[in-house]
T-cell receptor
Framework: GESVGLHLPTLSVQEGDNSIINCAYS??????FIWYKQESGKGPQFIID?????DKRQGQRVTVLLNKTVKHLSLQIAATQPGDSAVYFCAVNPGLYGGSQGNLIFGKGTKLSVKP | EAQVTQNPRYLITVTGKKLTVTCSQNMNHEYMSWYRQDPGLGLRQIYY???????DKGDVPEGYKVSRKEKRNFPLILESPSPNQTSLYFC?????????????FGPGTRLTVT
C-alpha cells in the first residue's frame, strides 16, 4: 500500500522568506497529490493539487513540485506571511492501480511557524 | 454558503454507549469520507463513500459503521465506543468520482470516550 512521510515535523521561517515543505510517498502508481493547510481549531483546507502527468503547478504564492523519479512532493510558499502559520499536510491518492480511487493517504504534517 | 457541517462538535460519552456523528454537505458532492486525527499520527481515513449506497473501508475502519442513504448525509456510527476511539473526527466531501478531487472538510467533532 501507500505510505506518506514528511521530512520535517516543524519549520520556522522569517516573515518574507520563502518556505519549502517536503513530502515523500512510496507507491509509484499514485496519481493525485494534494496539499492541505490546517489552522488551529479548524478542518484542513485545500491549497493546491497536482496530477501525476505534471511536475509543477503554481497557484497564488504557492507552487507544488512533483518528482516522480524519487517519489517526492514539495510545497513552496513565496514571501511567507504570519497568516501562513499552520500545519501543512500532503495527501496522496494511490489511484486505480495502487489501491482505490476513494482512498486518500495523509502525511503526518509539518507545523510552519512564521516569525515577524 | 457551500459547506460541510458536523454535529455534535464536542461529545463526551462512556464506553459502550452507541453514538452517531452526523455529517451533511450542501454541494451535491458524490464523494464523502470520514477521517480521524490523532497527535503524531496525522489524518487517517475511516470510511468513504463514492455515491449513495456505495461505501468502502479506509485505513482504520474497525469499530465504526457508516451509511449513505442520501447524497447529502454520511453519518458515522460507533456501536460500542471504546477509549481508543477518543479522537478528533473530520468529515469531508468532494465532487467527481472519488478522492481524486479537492475535498472540503467539516469543522471537526472532538470525541472523548471515558
Amino acid at each position: 500500500g501507500e505510505s506518506v512521510g514528511l521530512h520535517l515535523p516543524t519549520l520556522s521561517v522569517q516573515e518574507g522568506d520563502n518556505s519549502i515543505i517536503n513530502c515523500a510517498y512510496s507507491n509509484s502508481a499514485s496519481d493525485y497529490f494534494i496539499w492541505y493547510k490546517q489552522e488551529s481549531g479548524k478542518g484542513p483546507q485545500f491549497i493546491i493539487d497536482i496530477r501525476s502527468n505534471m511536475d509543477k503547478r503554481q497557484g497564488q504564492r504557492v507552487t507544488v513540485l512533483l518528482n516522480k523519479t524519487v517519489k517526492h512532493l514539495s510545497l513552496q510558499i513565496a514571501a511567507t506571511q504570519p497568516g501562513d502559520s499552520a500545519v501543512y499536510f500532503c495527501a496522496v491518492n494511490p489511484g486505480l492501480y495502487g489501491g482505490s480511487q476513494g482512498n486518500l493517504i495523509f502525511g503526518k504534517g509539518t507545523k510552519l511557524s512564521v516569525k515577524p | 454558503e457551500a459547506q460541510v457541517t458536523q454535529n455534535p462538535r464536542y461529545l463526551i460519552t462512556v464506553t459502550g454507549k452507541k453514538l452517531t456523528v452526523t455529517c451533511s454537505q450542501n454541494m451535491n458532492h458524490e464523494y464523502m469520507s470520514w477521517y480521524r486525527q490523532d497527535p503524531g499520527l496525522g489524518l487517517r481515513q475511516i470510511y468513504y463513500s463514492m455515491n449513495v449506497e456505495v461505501t468502502d473501508k479506509g485505513d482504520v475502519p474497525e469499530g465504526y459503521k457508516v451509511s449513505r442513504k442520501e447524497k447529502r448525509n454520511f453519518p458515522l456510527i460507533l456501536e460500542s465506543p471504546s477509549p481508543n476511539q477518543t479522537s478528533l473526527y473530520f468529515c469531508a466531501s468532494s465532487a467527481g468520482g472519488g478522492g481524486a478531487y479537492e475535498q472540503y472538510f467539516g469543522p471537526g467533532t472532538r470525541l472523548t470516550v471515558t
